[in-house]
């Protein structure tokens, strides 16, 4: 049986039958949930849009997915949501990790995908043992929660652990979003060892052939914080040198580091709010 992926629907009040549908993915150790605030600036003005917060496999609230752990799997899973649902998304909205799972998306499963947006997502294989700064920062953080003991008494007791382990503080109150309370006091919501197989296959991903060569009319965009590393200067040449064709579109928000729609929620909003009334236009 195919795995449907827990999400969360964000609409404007009242609405039904929506004519527009996106999907948005957050990246690794994140959740649907991490969009919520950002999705409400854009249904005041998108009230035909259907936005779908999606908990990739092993996050939040999507437990129970059987192995393989992959890109691809995650992929499938937004298939067999849209199958679920009845629709398919005229917009997919990736941040880092759910950037290439948005790809792999477009390439193996949509059909009337019109518009593809990669937040500050590699794109390229990273090798083993690289130092690129996506590797380095998120396996910091994955070495400091396999030392984390569980239950913990308290959320607060988790940022704590984790600035004992070198870790900021906004990074351990971002981790505490992914605690729930149970048996003896707070364990995680999602399942370590497979985020971490699902890491292993991030690391070999080459998505670059949907940006080569968009399948049918898709139309992409790349967007990079300016004060972002996790976009190397290869890659942002690699881009550059694509928007020149006319489907890949670049997209830098000078101020932005990597959490692009936490650091610049109104720039991001101004841009995706062009896209939905473009696409709006373009279906109906």
Known sequence: MPYVPAHVDVHAPGLTEPREVAFLLHGILGSGTNWRSFVRRLVADHPTWLFVLVDLRNHGDSVGALAPHTVAACAADLAALADHRGFEPSLVCGHSFGGKVGAVYAREHAQDLDELWLLDAPISAIPTGSDHPSVHEIERVMAALRDVRLPLPSRGALVEALSARGLSDSIGQWMTTNLRLGP?????????????????????????????????????????????????????????????????????????????????????????????????????
């Open 184 to 284: 003896g006091g707070y364990q995680w919501r999602f399942d370590l060892p497979a985020i971490e197989a699902m890491l292993a296959d991030y690391y070999t991903v080459d998505a670059w052939d949907v940006l080569e060569s968009p399948p049918n009319h898709l139309d992409i965009h790349a967007v990079r914080g300016g004060q972002s590393d996790r976009i190397d200067d290869a890659s942002l040449a690699r881009l550059e040198r694509l928007g020149e064709g006319g489907r890949v579109h670049l997209h830098t928000l000078a101020d932005a580091g990597h959490w692009i729609h936490v650091d610049d929620p109104a720039g991001l909003a101004t841009l995706l709010d062009t896209a939905l009334t473009r696409i709006s236009r373009r279906l109906h």
